[in-house]
């Protein structure tokens, strides 16, 4: 059983189009989080939401909202998708005070 | 500002030798973790290591172990005897609370990248 699972693993896509890409944890956490990695690998967070409410967002352009339907689901929409958007988007969930988060796979982006 | 450096970008060894990978952070909350991830060439993120800032104890896990040292803001990793199986990009991070800790926003350090030989 995936803890944190994360559609489309790959996703290629071309410029100016709208996506979504969605992530599911059964672990019973009621945060979770996206974050992004660039072709540089460097990792960063996008967004958090505790309890379907969101808690952090980091200077993101307003072209990735996500969305939380429940606590065991976030995902990502991204509108008129740029080639500088092509990256790996991780999934992460966590239980509030535990202070470790358990990744999705992620989802490889490409942009052409 | 909280910042987590890895200075070594790459590193190349031969299978069976010991490697350290170094870690630096900076932060001016008193209370605070330290992680360890691995990123093998599949790519997912595996979770090797949690430290809570009031335990410098140094921790063995097999084949790898930490050293955690609040005097000089290092949390570096050793892999002893290492193995090709080691071959990935290891990053180091820090965590930072928010909400009175609802959330977490890990900081990631830029990575090392760590080849085992044969």
């Known amino acids: 059983d995936t803890a944190v699972s994360q559609t489309p693993k790959y996703l290629v896509t071309q410029m100016g189009n709208d996506k979504s890409i969605k992530c599911e944890q059964n672990l019973g956490h009621d945060t979770m989080y996206w974050y992004k990695q660039d072709s540089k690998k460097f990792l960063k967070i996008m967004f958090s939401?505790?309890?379907?409410?969101?808690?952090i967002n980091e200077t993101v352009p307003n072209r990735f909202s996500p969305k939380s339907p429940d606590k065991a689901h976030l995902n990502l929409h991204i509108n008129s998708l740029e080639l500088g958007d092509s990256a790996v988007y991780f999934c992460?969930?966590?239980?509030?005070?535990?202070?470790?988060?358990?990744f999705g796979q992620g989802t490889r982006l490409t942009v052409v | 500002a909280q910042k987590v450096t890895q200075a070594q970008t790459e590193i190349s060894v031969v299978e069976k030798e010991d490697v350290t990978l170094d870690c630096v952070y900076e932060t001016r909350d008193t209370t605070y973790y330290l992680f360890w991830y691995k990123q093998p060439p599949s790519g997912e993120l595996v979770f090797l290591i949690r430290?809570?800032?009031?335990?410098?104890q140094n921790e063995i896990s097999g084949r790898y172990s930490w050293n955690f040292q609040k005097s000089t803001s290092s949390f570096n990793f050793t892999i002893t005897a290492s193995q090709v199986v080691d071959s990935a990009v290891y990053f180091c991070?820090?965590?930072?609370?928010?909400?009175?800790?609802?959330?977490?926003?890990?900081?990631f350090g830029t990575g090392t990248l760590l080849a085992v030989q044969p």
């Open positions: 430290r809570n800032s009031f335990d410098e």
């Open positions: 939401y505790n309890n379907k409410e969101l808690i």
């Open positions: 992460a969930s966590e239980l509030t005070g535990n202070t470790e988060a358990f």
């Open positions: 991070a820090l965590s930072e609370a928010f909400y009175g800790g609802a959330t977490n926003k890990l900081i």
